[in-house]
């Protein structure tokens, strides 16, 4: 076994579109606005891609872990405490442990 393996999202590479939205909440299209990515004890401004009310897409060219604990603070809006939920192309799912409101 002495194979490496690393959950950058590129272990299952993913050809066809998804075809259902399995997702149970609206995500709201955010292309032009940032926020402050915490990762590491390190700030990052990122650029949203979407948003809801328990987690977030951000692009970020860091290679955070999955399961990572992170931190996401949205414009006009205290940071929210997260987990990193998958890593591909630049893009990263965040899951935020107490929904926004």
Do not use: Y
């Not at 949205?74 to 929904?99: K, P, T």
């Amino acid at each position: 076994m002495g194979a490496k393996f690393s959950l950058d999202g590129g272990m299952i590479p993913r050809t066809v579109k998804r075809m259902f939205d399995e997702r149970c909440e609206e995500r709201v299209e955010a292309d032009l606005q940032t926020a402050v990515f915490t990762h590491r004890g390190q700030e990052h401004v990122v650029r949203l891609v979407n948003v809801s009310a328990s987690g977030a897409m951000v692009i970020f060219s860091g290679m955070p872990h999955i399961g990572e604990a992170v931190s996401l603070q949205l414009l006009g809006r205290d940071a929210v405490i997260g987990h990193v939920m998958w890593v591909r192309d630049g893009r990263i799912g965040v899951n935020f442990a107490a929904a926004l409101e």
